[in-house]
């Protein structure tokens, strides 16, 4: 069964730190990753997609991962947080070609001035 | 805005009864899906449509269906409300299916609280 585990409940960064959400994954085949983020009171806004290619993947509001095969790790990385990073970010993983996502836990990210 | 519309925003409801959710899938988007985000339970995938046709089922309970009609919208009912089942209701659409290369996006959500 495909699935993505983020490890750790809350990440705690000072603005303008480097920020890094972790993500590891289980999957049979090729692994389809995603990252999505929920504001309070929010939908889940997609953030960047790993499908093939690059092991670097680039997306929206600054926000990178990076694919690591050897170490079935899809950790999502921001190079300056800013307070407005705060929210709770979400890994997950395509379990069938139909679009259904298998999600991990999620990760608090608290960003202070 | 992800041009998902998901109505309504809140619903507060007493045990045992039904209610119903209501999504509106990104125009051109022909499949649905639906996600419950409870705090012990996190995001679990409920059911999934494709133009009308239901395509995946996940941890649904049998209390619970839902369908997708010809205009794409879809509805899920909710019936014989526990207080367990209090939780934020998602509903996503994505452009098409069979293809990997697509992502979902998702509505606000409808948060249900049962009392």
């Known amino acids: 069964a495909q699935s993505v585990a983020q490890p750790e409940d809350q990440v705690n960064v000072a603005e303008g730190n480097p920020l890094t959400v972790k993500c590891t994954y289980s999957v049979s085949g090729n692994p389809y990753l995603f990252w999505y983020v929920q504001y309070p009171n929010r939908g889940l806004q997609f953030l960047l997609k790993?499908?093939?290619?690059?092991?670097l993947v680039k997306g929206s509001y600054g926000f990178e991962a990076e694919f690591n095969k050897s170490q079935t790790s899809f950790h999502l990385k921001k190079p300056s947080a800013l307070v407005s990073d705060s929210a709770l970010y979400f890994c997950a993983v395509l379990t069938d070609s139909w679009g259904k996502l298998q999600f991990g836990a999620g990760t608090q990210v608290v960003v202070t001035p | 805005d992800s041009g998902v519309t998901q109505t309504p925003k809140h619903l507060i409801t007493a045990t045992g009864q039904r209610v119903t959710l209501r999504c509106s899938p990104r125009s051109g988007d022909l499949s649905v899906y639906w996600y419950q985000q409870s705090l012990d339970q996190g995001l679990q995938f409920l059911i999934q449509y494709y133009n009308g046709e239901e395509r995946a089922k996940g941890n649904i309970l049998e209390r619970f269906s839902a369908q997708q009609f010809p205009d794409l919208h879809s509805e899920l009912n909710l019936s014989s409300l526990e207080l367990g089942d209090s939780a934020l209701y998602f509903c996503?659409?994505?452009?098409?299916?069979?293809?990997?290369?697509?992502?979902?996006?998702f509505g606000q959500g409808t948060r249900l609280t049962v009392v």
């Open positions: 996503a659409s994505s452009t098409l299916s069979g293809t990997v290369n697509t992502e979902a996006f």
């Open positions: 790993y499908i093939t290619g690059d092991n």
